[in-house]
């Protein structure tokens, strides 16, 4: 399964370079420019996964492998 999707902050603006990864495995990406990022071979089922940039807290969230996600 690939995950996929774009990070946005707050204002929902795109958020550039963020780190991305699935908590408890050792999966991650680093979203480009347009703050767009993927992480290929994501286990099935519900995952959550953690986003941090900048000074910014890491923030998570729970998602299905099979859908698409947008982080605030």
Do not use: C, H
């Not at 929902?12 to 979203?31: D, W």
């Not at 071979?41 to 890491?58: E, N």
């Amino acid at each position: 399964m690939a995950i996929s999707g774009t990070l946005r902050d707050a204002r929902r603006q795109p958020v550039p370079f963020a780190s991305v990864g699935v908590v408890g495995t050792a999966l991650g990406a680093t979203a480009d420019e347009a703050g767009r990022f993927e992480l290929t071979r994501a286990p099935a089922g519900p995952v959550r996964l953690r986003a941090s940039w900048g000074t910014s807290p890491p923030s998570g969230r729970y998602m299905n492998s099979s859908k698409i996600s947008n982080l605030p």
